[in-house]
């Protein structure tokens, strides 16, 4: 039987179609309908960087000052102040200046009053620290002045010692030490409190000076039964 001949046209049209859908598969999908590829792991032959890459994210900024590894533990008697005594090192203290109030009593918050009313003191207490003696404070607490959480420079040296304003930490302790001898619990506070700060901001013994040697100006605070020497020897031994 003879085989008949595929007509003309047909042959045309199937032709035809097979392009078409040749073509078809061809042709890239439409940009919302591609496909997202994996990118190939760095080091792989076909992996190209990308030439505009986001910065690394970059680890948190440290604390300013001392790292905290650095900073001295805290004797018990300072750990109820411990989020006001412990700052960020923003000003370079190289001293120590200690001073009697010259009062029986008082506070951080009357020297304060005093000191804005009276001196007309723009930032008040013109201390870093207050000791208190019993009389308007426990006696050898420490109170932290505004002073040394802001940072600021002191106003209890006197006009004249701008280094020891600048760079002396003042600390009053309550009392007239010039009439009277400094009790065992308030000595304790202030010898807790000086040993810190001497081992924080590497403070010899030495730099512990009473305002008499600062000031520029006779006085005579803290006072002839202000117990210095016993002080400096204390803390001496509290940074070996």
């Known amino acids: 039987m003879k085989r008949r001949a595929v007509p003309f046209r047909f042959a045309i049209a199937i032709i035809a179609f097979y392009f078409l859908v040749y073509g078809l598969a061809l042709s890239p999908p439409p ?6 590829l994996r990118r190939p792991p760095q080091g792989h ?8 890459p986001e910065p690394e ?13 650095q900073i001295p533990a805290l004797p018990a008697s300072l750990q109820g102040v411990l989020g006001q005594l412990v700052r960020p090192e923003t000003r370079e203290w190289r001293s120590i200046v200690v001073h009697h109030s010259g009062g029986a009593s008082g506070n951080a918050a009357e020297f304060d009053r005093m000191h804005r009313e009276v001196n007309g003191w723009e930032h008040g207490l013109g201390y870093h620290f207050v000791v208190g003696n019993g009389a308007g404070s426990p006696a050898g607490f420490v109170e932290v002045g505004g002073r040394w959480i802001a940072q600021l420079h002191g106003a209890h040296a006197g006009a004249k ?10 600390i009053c302790v309550v009392g007239n030490y010039e009439e009277v001898e400094v009790h ?13 700060l001497a081992k924080r901001y590497s403070i010899s013994p030495a730099r512990i000076l009473p305002h008499s040697e600062v000031r520029g100006e006779p006085t005579d605070c803290p006072g002839k039964n202000f117990p210095l020497d016993r002080l400096r020897d204390d803390v001496g031994e509290a940074l070996k």
């Open 45 to 52: 032959p076909g992996f190209r960087a990308d030439p505009h």
């Open 184 to 196: 065992e619990t308030v000595y304790s506070g202030l010898r807790d409190l000086v040993a810190w």
């Open 161 to 170: 010692a701008t280094e020891y304003n600048q760079h002396g930490i003042g």
């Open 57 to 69: 994210p970059l680890p948190p900024e440290p604390s300013p000052g001392i790292p905290y590894s």
């Open 31 to 36: 940009a919302g309908l591609r496909p997202r």
